[in-house]
């Protein structure tokens, strides 16, 4: 049953299967799985067996009753006895054993479906993996399709239960048996007509699900930058209409399933009366213990017809909701792999190339080896002959007409404008990205990758350093110390065991980076990719790094790597061995030495003219980091606030009754809707058990042939459906879409509004799984599992008044079944609820790792870890089985307390029997119940337990409507720090005081409190003492969400959400069309978006690179009112002619307002009024920046670092 073994065995079937064929997936499942699949079948004809012997047991004990005492043999009695022992202990054993060969099938299904899915997103398209997809499928869709293992054995089973009832009830009543098989074949067409549409409406309904997950899976991530920009309201409100619409879409399907639920009822209703007129018209002649017995020995046969019926009827929704969901999965099996060409020798096959024809949509990768790597100088890792690349299949070409071979063992940088396509580039050496004619011939080794937003994983600063490679201690520390990281291990709380947070959430962009590139040098591969990796270093940090990694003596060289670098900073070209510089449109304009470019006029030359020579000191290989120069116990959320435990994915806790998640669910319900609900439900249950009482009534009437009696009969079956269809109608159309709503809101008003630091401990894949699965269950299994228990509630409270009123003898028994039921909860279900909450919360690991993968995805294939990951998610799957596991162990326990009883009498009997039946299922349904409710439970906790950022002892005052009015910003003597105490404070006793206009620029090592002192600012961290003020206004006096939304922001890292141009430039949508327009073309980004489509067009669409993703967020910061505007290091990762456009942009756009710009890159801040340089938390020096230049300290010897000097400003 491990996921490996099952993923091998569906594969192979899946690549044998005929895709033309209908339901393709299906058939694969079945064949792969056979056997596990056919296993419950033998337990259940048991059951079938024994289950059928109960008509025929109950006439002769009925028999035996009327038999005066002087003609009852002892013996038969006895006899009788066993029997009625043998058979129920059957039913029990034989049940607990099919319910456990379907619990095993469920498992094997899931582990075998999540995991293709899992081994398809790691070859999947980018394109394609960017939408999320797999994390829906991996659960809602695989646990939609699990669900319905049952409902298939329940449609062949109950097909034979049907034939067999269908022969006795011949046997009993003669051709009148015939009427209730005809309302059987007329409900099963009705059913079979509307199942057509069921796939359909279920394919739409999962889509919208998909979108709505991946909006907030989108938001989660980047959570920080949301609240920065005071979005989170915005944006919660549009995930909430994600879900409404994803409901409203559910609508659809649910209303099939209400009417198929209510034809299937009709049978069971209906079944029972139908043949009574015919038994009293042929056995009119007999007496009154002889009608009675065959009367009751019919509704017996008709009962166990009705039952099956029903279940085959009720199985056909289900069944044909996971057609649906076998289709999504088919179609995300058949979406295009990423382009894998075959291996060629480059050495040995230059003259063959030449003559060899590729085709145009093949990308070659070319098997270079990896030996001999100290001759590799002569040689070359990668080889570009007139190599066409398109980002995808719908994009225009990028024609390389110059052919270009990278040598080994040298350093290569990529230069070239914004938007140019050297990430593009990139891509297509990884093989990310179609090559559509030419060559591009790739060494086949691993490739060490490290992203332009860096890629880390929720785990320890060690594990994402090794991730998947084995520990080498001494390598390791070399590895640490040569990106600058061992003194920040050792002041870390638990050193490089410290969890570094969701997305790394918890250190700054530098940090990021750092970490990113010491993964990339441990792995010791012989060529390293680097997209634009040192951008967000400042300058002296920066130039450590270069030197102890990239220069002639650094570690890549002593290692023979290639390496290839792309990157902004200009200075590092005159280290490089090889310089490609692309032109606006992603051409190579130049390659070849330094030395050669730099005295040829084009790209190179003039960038060399805009950026003097680094006149610092390039001897810092043998150099230790300065302390706090890049510290991550500084930066993020200090040292003591790391988490030490942000993976644990079962918290032990005491659990919430029952009875408080109940009343939590009904009251998003609505009291008015559950009244009318258990009502409808009450009803019907009367209607169903006065029939029996009213058929009592009716043989011992001396007017047995007074039709008034059958009429009654048919008014009580209507009754029954009117009230059970008036219950579903309830409950799926009415009570689901709001309670399901409420309850999203209330998750998402908890999260939205949940402190930063929440975020930093919290893997976002586990907060993410509290929107996808638990909220599939609250919508899907939640509201069946209600309408299951509750009439089964009611059911066996009516039965236990029948057999008291039928035989009042009979009745002590109940107490014998009540104190089994009482026992099996108390054993059982305290355990059962334990298991399905563990369950639950396993499959949360399972989520963040789907979702860490998509993230990674580029990084994880370029080091050739995608057979790793795999097993480690499979290990994940695996773990995430155990819950359903035990449970199923543990459920065998609920057939055998009740599922022992005898029938006696009458209405006595018949209810003795069912009530056992009853009690015995209700505990089924309830426990399927409480599964579903446990989903209720998480996000009543998650709501109960989770400190909004709001909330606090003081009255806030909302500010003036025009608020700031003048942009005046004042710290005064703040100290802040990210934990509970200001031993580790990242901000200490700083004072700052910005005048209206003033422009503002603060710098400083990294780690020195740049990014902290923003934090304060716009509260997301707290101030220990101090205060910050605004035009006079204390900010702890205002609600932090007016804070933000006040005040203009422009985050590190580019913010965009799945959706429209349009909704990314103005999520609020209070901007008119034109303004977005001027905006956009202010930016230069206009001409762009118009080509492919103008503000409709999604914005994946744009393929923005990493530079024009951060000129679209200055197009929305231009959008929006304020007069204060805070840039965090915006410019970082864009190349020096975007940053000056952007710094125009900024001059002219928000020339009258106050601006606070964070700066590695010191230049964007030399017209600034005012420089301010932090470190460790407090202000170094201020002042103007020619004054700071012009004397020794901090900030001239950053400068210095950036080859900056008094004169050259």
Same mark, same amino acid.
């Given at each position: 049953?491990?996921?490996?073994?099952?993923?091998?065995?569906?594969?192979?079937?899946?690549?044998?299967?005929?895709?033309?064929?209908?339901?393709?997936?299906?058939?694969?499942?079945?064949?792969?799985?056979?056997?596990?699949?056919?296993?419950?079948?033998?337990?259940?004809?048991?059951?079938?067996?024994?289950?059928?012997?109960?008509?025929?047991?109950?006439?002769?004990?009925?028999?035996?009753?009327?038999?005066?005492?002087?003609?009852?043999?002892?013996?038969?009695?006895?006899?009788?006895?066993?029997?009625?022992?043998?058979?129920?202990?059957?039913?029990?054993?034989?049940?607990?054993?099919?319910?456990?060969?379907?619990?095993?099938?469920?498992?094997?299904?899931?582990?075998?479906?999540?995991?293709?899915?899992?081994?398809?997103?790691?070859?999947?398209?980018?394109?394609?993996?960017?939408?999320?997809?797999?994390?829906?499928?991996?659960?809602?869709?695989?646990?939609?399709?699990?669900?319905?293992?049952?409902?298939?054995?329940?449609?062949?089973?109950?097909?034979?239960?049907?034939?067999?009832?269908?022969?006795?009830?011949?046997?009993?009543?003669?051709?009148?048996?015939?009427?209730?098989?005809?309302?059987?074949?007329?409900?099963?067409?009705?059913?079979?007509?509307?199942?057509?549409?069921?796939?359909?409406?279920?394919?739409?309904?999962?889509?919208?699900?998909?979108?709505?997950?991946?909006?907030?899976?989108?938001?989660?991530?980047?959570?920080?930058?949301?609240?920065?920009?005071?979005?989170?309201?915005?944006?919660? *409100?549009?995930?909430?209409?994600?879900?409404?619409?994803?409901?409203?879409?559910?609508?659809?399907?649910?209303?099939?399933?209400?009417?198929?639920?209510?034809?299937?009822?009709?049978?069971?209703?209906?079944?029972?009366?139908?043949?009574?007129?015919?038994?009293?018209?042929?056995?009119?002649?007999?007496?009154?213990?002889?009608?009675?017995?065959?009367?009751?020995?019919?509704?017996?046969?008709?009962?166990?017809?009705?039952?099956?019926?029903?279940?085959?009827?009720?199985?056909?929704?289900?069944?044909?909701?996971?057609?649906?969901?076998?289709?999504?999965?088919?179609?995300?099996?058949?979406?295009?792999?990423?382009?894998?060409?075959?291996?060629?020798?480059?050495?040995?096959?230059?003259?063959?190339?030449?003559?060899?024809?590729?085709?145009?949509?093949?990308?070659?990768?070319?098997?270079?080896?990896?030996?001999? *790597?100290?001759?590799?100088?002569?040689?070359?890792?990668?080889?570009?002959?007139?190599?066409?690349?398109?980002?995808?299949?719908?994009?225009?070409?990028?024609?390389?007409?110059?052919?270009?071979?990278?040598?080994?063992?040298?350093?290569?940088?990529?230069?070239?404008?914004?938007?140019?396509?050297?990430?593009?580039?990139?891509?297509?050496?990884?093989?990310?990205?179609?090559?559509?004619?030419?060559?591009?011939?790739?060494?086949?080794?691993?490739?060490?990758?490290?992203?332009?937003?860096?890629?880390?994983?929720?785990?320890?600063?060690?594990?994402?350093?090794?991730?998947?490679?084995?520990?080498?201690?001494?390598?390791?520390?070399?590895?640490?110390?040569?990106?600058?990281?061992?003194?920040?291990?050792?002041?870390?709380?638990?050193?490089?065991?410290?969890?570094?947070?969701?997305?790394?959430?918890?250190?700054?962009?530098?940090?990021?980076?750092?970490?990113?590139?010491?993964?990339?040098?441990?792995?010791?591969?012989?060529?390293?990719?680097?997209?634009?990796?040192?951008?967000?270093?400042?300058?002296?940090?920066?130039?450590?790094?270069?030197? *102890?990694?990239?220069?002639?003596?650094?570690?890549?060289?002593?290692?023979?790597?290639?390496?290839?670098?792309?990157?902004?900073?200009?200075?590092?070209?005159?280290?490089?061995?090889?310089?490609?510089?692309?032109?606006?449109?992603?051409?190579?304009?130049?390659?070849?030495?330094?030395?050669?470019?730099?005295?040829?006029?084009?790209?190179?030359?003039?960038?060399?003219?805009?950026?003097?020579?680094?006149?610092?000191?390039?001897?810092?290989?043998?150099?230790?980091?300065?302390?706090?120069s890049g510290s991550l116990s500084q930066a993020g959320a200090g040292a003591n606030a790391l988490p030490r435990a942000a993976t644990i994915t079962c918290v032990k806790r005491k659990p919430i009754s029952d009875a408080a998640v109940l009343m939590y669910y009904l009251k998003s319900i609505g009291w008015y809707r559950a009244s009318i609900f258990f009502l409808t439900s009450l009803v019907y249950v009367v209607c169903t058990s006065f029939t029996q009482i009213w058929v009592q009534w009716w043989t011992e009437s001396k007017n047995r042939g007074d039709g008034s009696f059958v009429g009654v009969y048919f008014?009580?079956?209507?009754?029954?459906?009117?009230?059970?269809?008036?219950?579903?109608?309830?409950?799926?159309?009415?009570?689901?879409?709001?309670?399901?709503?409420?309850?999203?809101?209330?998750?998402?008003?908890?999260?939205?509004?949940?402190?930063?630091?929440?975020?930093?401990?919290?893997?976002?894949?586990?907060?993410?799984?509290?929107?996808?699965?638990?909220?599939?269950?609250?919508? $899907?299994?939640?509201?069946?599992?209600?309408?299951?228990?509750?009439?089964?509630?009611?059911?066996?409270?009516?039965?236990?008044?029948?057999?008291?009123?039928?035989?009042?003898?009979?009745?002590?028994?109940?107490?014998l079944c009540l104190g089994a039921t009482w026992t099996l909860q108390r054993f059982y279900l305290r355990t059962s609820r334990q298991l399905r909450l563990l369950d639950l919360e396993l499959k949360s690991p399972l989520s963040s790792s789907i979702s860490e993968t998509l993230e990674g995805l580029p990084t994880i294939r370029a080091f050739g870890w995608q057979e790793k990951f795999e097993r480690r998610n499979q290990e994940r799957l695996d773990a995430s089985q155990l819950g359903a596991l035990a449970i199923l162990l543990v459920s065998l326990a609920t057939q055998l307390p009740g599922s022992t009883s005898g029938g006696r009498l009458g209405v006595a009997m018949l209810n003795i029997l069912g009530f056992s039946q009853s009690l015995s299922q209700f505990i089924f349904f309830y426990t399927d119940l409480e599964t579903s409710l446990q989903a209720v439970s998480r996000v009543k906790e998650f709501v109960e337990t989770t400190v909004s950022e709001e909330a606090s002892p003081r009255s806030l005052t909302p500010p003036p409507e025009n608020w700031p009015a003048r942009g005046a910003v004042e710290f005064r003597d703040?100290?802040?720090?990210?934990?509970?105490?200001?031993?580790?404070?990242?901000?200490?006793?700083?004072?700052?005081?910005?005048?209206?206009?003033?422009?503002?620029?603060?710098?400083?090592?990294?780690?020195?409190?740049?990014?902290?002192?923003?934090?304060?600012?716009?509260?997301?961290?707290?101030?220990?003492?101090?205060?910050?003020?605004?035009?006079?206004?204390?900010?702890?006096?205002?609600?932090?969400?007016?804070?933000?939304?006040?005040?203009?922001?422009?985050?590190?890292?580019?913010?965009?959400?799945?959706?429209?141009?349009?909704?990314?430039?103005?999520?609020?949508?209070?901007?008119?069309?034109?303004?977005?327009?001027?905006?956009?073309?202010?930016?230069?980004?206009?001409?762009?978006?118009?080509?492919?489509?103008?503000?409709?067009?999604?914005?994946?669409?744009?393929?923005?690179?990493?530079?024009?993703?951060?000129?679209?967020?200055?197009?929305?910061?231009?959008?929006?009112?304020?007069?204060?505007?805070?840039?965090?290091?915006?410019?970082?990762?864009?190349?020096?002619?975007?940053?000056?456009?952007?710094?125009?942009?900024?001059?002219?756009?928000?020339?009258?307002?106050?601006?606070?710009?964070?700066?590695?890159?010191? *230049?964007?801040?030399?017209?600034?009024?005012?420089?301010?340089?932090?470190?460790?938390?407090?202000?170094?020096?201020?002042?103007?920046?020619?004054?700071?230049?012009? $004397?020794?300290?901090?900030?001239?010897?950053?400068?210095?670092?950036?080859?900056?000097?008094?004169?050259?400003?």
């Open positions: 049953m491990t996921s490996a073994k099952l993923v091998a065995a569906i594969e192979n079937a899946w690549t044998k299967t005929k895709q033309t064929r209908p339901y393709p997936l299906l058939l694969t499942t079945a064949v792969a799985l056979k056997w596990a699949l056919l296993s419950p079948v033998a337990p259940h004809i048991a059951l079938i067996g024994f289950k059928y012997r109960q008509p025929l047991l109950l006439a002769s004990v009925v028999n035996y009753v009327q038999l005066p005492d002087t003609d009852r043999d002892r013996k038969v009695g006895y006899g009788l006895i066993g029997a009625t022992a043998i058979v129920y202990i059957g039913i029990a054993v034989s049940t607990g054993l099919y319910n456990l060969k379907v619990c095993r099938s469920t498992v094997m299904i899931r582990g075998s479906l999540v995991s293709i899915i899992y081994r398809k997103t790691l070859r999947l398209h980018l394109n394609e993996a960017k939408s999320s997809a797999a994390l829906t499928l991996a659960s809602s869709d695989v646990d939609r399709i699990g669900l319905t293992v049952e409902s298939g054995h329940e449609i062949w089973a109950s097909s034979i239960e049907t034939i067999l009832a269908r022969v006795l009830l011949q046997r009993q009543l003669g051709w009148a048996s015939i009427a209730p098989v005809l309302l059987a074949l007329l409900a099963t067409t009705a059913n079979t007509r509307i199942a057509k549409y069921v796939p359909r409406r279920q394919r739409e309904w999962g889509a919208a699900i998909q979108k709505r997950v991946t909006l907030t899976s989108s938001v989660l991530r980047n959570m920080k930058s949301v609240k920065m920009m005071g979005l989170q309201e915005t944006i919660a *409100r549009t995930i909430q209409r994600a879900r409404v619409y994803e409901l409203d879409l559910s609508k659809r399907y649910r209303s099939f399933f209400a009417y198929m639920a209510i034809i299937s009822t009709i049978p069971l209703q209906f079944s029972a009366p139908s043949p009574l007129p015919s038994i009293y018209g042929v056995n009119s002649h007999h007496g009154h213990d002889s009608i009675a017995a065959q009367i009751f020995a019919s509704l017996s046969l008709t009962q166990l017809l009705a039952t099956p019926l029903q279940k085959v009827l009720s199985s056909i929704p289900s069944f044909a909701g996971s057609l649906g969901s076998f289709t999504r999965i088919e179609s995300y099996l058949r979406l295009d792999d990423r382009v894998n060409g075959g291996a060629t020798d480059l050495a040995n096959s230059r003259e063959s190339a030449k003559e060899s024809t590729i085709d145009e949509n093949q990308l070659e990768l070319g098997n270079l080896g990896t030996t001999g *790597r100290s001759k590799a100088i002569g040689k070359h890792a990668i080889s570009v002959q007139q190599a066409d690349i398109s980002y995808s299949a719908d994009s225009h070409p990028i024609h390389h007409k110059h052919n270009f071979e990278i040598r080994k063992g040298l350093l290569n940088v990529v230069v070239g404008p914004v938007g140019c396509g050297k990430t593009t580039l990139l891509d297509a050496l990884l093989g990310e990205i179609t090559i559509s004619g030419g060559k591009m011939m790739v060494d086949d080794s691993p490739i060490a990758y490290c992203q332009q937003t860096p890629w880390l994983i929720n785990a320890s600063v060690k594990e994402n350093i090794l991730n998947q490679s084995p520990y080498d201690e001494p390598w390791y520390k070399r590895v640490v110390w040569s990106c600058g990281l061992n003194e920040d291990i050792e002041q870390l709380p638990d050193g490089d065991d410290t969890l570094v947070g969701s997305r790394g959430t918890i250190l700054s962009g530098g940090q990021k980076q750092r970490l990113a590139l010491a993964r990339a040098v441990y792995a010791r591969a012989p060529l390293v990719v680097l997209d634009d990796t040192l951008s967000a270093l400042d300058a002296r940090t920066e130039r450590v790094i270069f030197d *102890r990694l990239l220069s002639k003596t650094g570690l890549f060289q002593q290692l023979g790597s290639t390496v290839i670098l792309v990157t902004h900073s200009v200075q590092h070209l005159r280290s490089a061995d090889n310089i490609i510089a692309l032109d606006s449109k992603g051409r190579v304009e130049q390659h070849g030495s330094f030395t050669e470019l730099s005295g040829q006029e084009g790209p190179v030359r003039r960038l060399l003219a805009d950026c003097p020579p680094d006149k610092s000191s390039a001897e810092t290989n043998s150099l230790e980091p300065a302390s706090g008014a009580l079956a209507v009754g029954a459906i009117v009230n059970y269809s008036s219950s579903i109608w309830c409950m799926m159309i009415t009570i689901v879409p709001i309670s399901a709503a409420k309850l999203h809101w209330q998750l998402l008003d908890s999260v939205i509004h949940a402190p930063v630091s929440f975020f930093s401990s919290v893997d976002s894949g586990i907060t993410l799984h509290r929107f996808s699965q638990d909220m599939s269950l609250i919508n $899907s299994r939640l509201p069946v599992s209600t309408m299951q228990a509750t009439p089964m509630a009611f059911q066996a409270l009516a039965q236990i008044a029948l057999i008291t009123v039928g035989s009042t003898y009979l009745a002590i028994a109940i107490p703040i100290t802040a720090s990210y934990a509970s105490d200001t031993e580790n404070a990242v901000l200490k006793r700083l004072s700052l005081i910005i005048q209206p206009g003033q422009k503002v620029g603060i710098c400083g090592r990294t780690g020195s409190g740049k990014s902290s002192l923003l934090s304060a600012l716009f509260r997301m961290i707290e101030l220990r003492s101090g205060s910050i003020t605004i035009d006079g206004i204390d900010l702890n006096n205002i609600s932090r969400l007016e804070v933000r939304s006040r005040l203009i922001a422009i985050p590190q890292d580019p913010f965009l959400l799945p959706g429209t141009v349009r909704f990314n430039t103005s999520p609020d949508e209070t901007v008119a069309d034109n303004q977005i327009i001027k905006a956009l073309k202010k930016v230069g980004l206009w001409e762009h978006v118009q080509k492919r489509g103008g503000l409709d067009t999604d914005i994946d669409i744009l393929a923005l690179s990493h530079g024009q993703q951060q000129l679209f967020c200055l197009a929305r910061a231009m959008l929006r009112p304020g007069t204060i505007l805070v840039l965090d290091e915006a410019t970082s990762n864009v190349d020096w002619g975007t940053d000056e456009v952007m710094q125009r942009v900024i001059r002219e756009e928000f020339a009258n307002k106050t601006i606070i710009t964070v700066a590695h890159r010191l *230049r964007t801040i030399l017209d600034s009024d005012l420089v301010v340089v932090l470190g460790e938390g407090r202000i170094l020096e201020a002042g103007h920046p020619g004054e700071l230049l012009a $004397s020794p300290g901090h900030f001239r010897e950053l400068c210095s670092a950036q080859g900056i000097t008094f004169e050259s400003i």
